[in-house]
C-alpha cells in the first residue's frame, strides 16, 4: 500500500466551479497533512496544512479530514485560471522511525475559462 | 526576507562522476530537507538536516549523503552516479524540524547522461 495516494486524473473544471482532490494515507499514526501547490517548471508551495478532524478554511481553499476513514481532501471554490496547476497532497509520518513527509503524486487541475 | 536559493539550477553529468549540490535556506530557518522529484516516482525524501545534524533519512541508496554547516546552509553529494539519478533536486527549509511550514528553493535540474 502506497503511503500516500492521489489516484484521479487530471481535473478539468470550468471557471467558477468548485475543484475537489482527495488524498488517502495508510500510517493510521499520523497527525499532521499538508497541501501543496505546484505550477509547471516550479517548486512546491504550501497551500494549507490542518491537524484536526473536520474543515479548515483559508481563503478560497478549504482542507477537509477525517482521521478514521485515513481521508484527506481540498475543495477550491470559484476556481481561477490562475489554480490550474499540480496539487499535493503530503502526511508527516514516522512510521519507519524517520520523521519526514510523504507526498503523493500529485493531481493536474485545469481551470477552463 | 529571501528565499531559498540552490545552485547550481542545471547541471549535465555522465554515469560514474559524482555532484554536489548546495542549499541555502531562508534567514533563520535551521533545518533543511531535500527531495529528488521524477514523474515517475514524484517527490521523494531524501533527508533532513537541524543544527548540523541529519535528523531523518529516508529510503536511499548511500551513494546519496548531505551535510549541513554551521550557517544552516546545506550539500547533497551523489556518488557514482546512475541514469536515474536525473532529477529535479529540491531543498526546502523550516524554522524547526517538524515540516509544519516548509518553503521549497526552485530546485536544482540534474541530468545523468
Known amino acids: 500500500q502506497k503511503e500516500v495516494e492521489q489516484n484521479s486524473g487530471p481535473l478539468s473544471v470550468p471557471e467558477g466551479a468548485i475543484a475537489s482532490l482527495n488524498c488517502t494515507y495508510s500510517d493510521r499514526g499520523s497527525q499532521s497533512f499538508f497541501w501543496y501547490r505546484q505550477y509547471s517548471g516550479k517548486s512546491p508551495e504550501l497551500i494549507m496544512f490542518?491537524?484536526?478532524?473536520g474543515d479548515k478554511e483559508d481563503g478560497r481553499f478549504t482542507a477537509q479530514l477525517n482521521k478514521a476513514s485515513q481521508y484527506v481532501s481540498l475543495l477550491i471554490r470559484d476556481s481561477q485560471p490562475s489554480d490550474s496547476a499540480t496539487y499535493l497532497c503530503?502526511?508527516?509520518?514516522?512510521?519507519?522511525?524517520?520523521?519526514?513527509?510523504?507526498f503523493g503524486k500529485g493531481n493536474q487541475v485545469v481551470v477552463i475559462p | 526576507k529571501a528565499g531559498v536559493t540552490q545552485t547550481p539550477r542545471y547541471l549535465i553529468k555522465t554515469r560514474g562522476q559524482q555532484v554536489t549540490l548546495s542549499c541555502s535556506p531562508i534567514?533563520?530557518?535551521?533545518?533543511v530537507s531535500w527531495y529528488q522529484q521524477t514523474p515517475g516516482q514524484g517527490l521523494q525524501f531524501l533527508f533532513e538536516y537541524f543544527s548540523e545534524t541529519q535528523r531523518n533519512k529516508g529510503n536511499f541508496p548511500g551513494r546519496f549523503s548531505g551535510r549541513q554547516f554551521s550557517n544552516s546552509r546545506s550539500e547533497m553529494n551523489v556518488s557514482t552516479l546512475e541514469l536515474g539519478d536525473s532529477a529535479l533536486y529540491l531543498c526546502a527549509s523550516s524554522l524547526s524540524a517538524s515540516y509544519n511550514e516548509q518553503f521549497f528553493g526552485p530546485g536544482t535540474r540534474l541530468t545523468v547522461l
Open positions: 490542518i491537524y484536526s478532524n
Open positions: 534567514s533563520g530557518h535551521r533545518s
Open positions: 503530503a502526511v508527516k509520518t514516522a512510521k519507519d522511525g524517520n520523521n519526514r513527509l510523504a
